[in-house]
């Protein structure tokens, strides 16, 4: 059973930065499509990025040129690095693993709440 432990998150200013961190029980990273979502007060959850077990990556557009998904295979993490944060970057952030881009299940973190406030 995979499981997923989520880090980092909190309160940040405006244009703060902040990092999350998602390790993985097993060695999954380097070959698993790694994900993060979002899920905002009253929101359906959405992908904000991706990467693939070769290191391709993805962006929704809100997020492109702030944010910066990586995954370090020898630790089983995965980073969420976001900078220029603003106020509707506030939401629950959750780790995804899927095993390949056609698997019937997945695997999910805890969550962590991220707040963009002054």
């Known amino acids: 059973q995979v499981q997923l432990v989520q880090s980092g998150g909190g309160l940040v200013e405006p244009g703060g930065s902040l990092r999350l961190s998602c390790a993985a029980s097993?060695?999954?990273?380097?070959?698993?499509?790694m994900g993060w979502y979002r899920q905002a007060p009253g929101k359906q959850r959405e992908l904000v990025a991706m990467?693939?077990?070769?290191?391709?990556?993805n962006y929704v557009d809100s997020v492109k040129g702030r944010f910066t998904i990586s995954k370090d295979n020898t630790k089983n993490t995965m980073y969420l690095q976001m900078n220029a944060l603003k106020p509707e970057d506030t939401a629950v952030y959750y780790c995804?693993?899927?095993?390949?881009?056609?698997?019937?299940?997945?695997?999910w973190g805890q969550g962590t709440q991220v707040t963009v406030s002054s």
């Open positions: 995804n693993a899927l095993p390949n881009p056609f698997s019937s299940y997945n695997y």
């Open positions: 990467i693939t077990g070769g290191g391709i990556s």
């Open positions: 097993g060695n999954i990273i380097s070959t698993y499509v």
